[in-house]
């Protein structure tokens, strides 16, 4: 919820261009981690938050890294 506001872009693309954020997710997953949202899940310990959400199983340390990683995906992904 921390940084809710910065996801609101993301957010809004993938709702312009009507695709589906879980494959979006699980893509940006696969090429951060290696593995799907959902085995992440399964595999990792939550860290903070609802075990539901992949993301709230990363590391703080790692999800900054793959913050970064993201941006750069993203930007070349398009």
Known sequence: MRNKHERLPYARFIAEIR???A???DY???K????LASEMRLEWETIDGTP???RNHIPEALGLEAVGKISILFVETY
């Open 52 to 54: 539901r959400i992949a």
């Open 32 to 35: 951060l981690f290696g593995k």
């Open 23 to 25: 494959y979006w997710t």
């Open 19 to 21: 695709e589906s954020p």
């Open 28 to 30: 940006t997953y696969i």
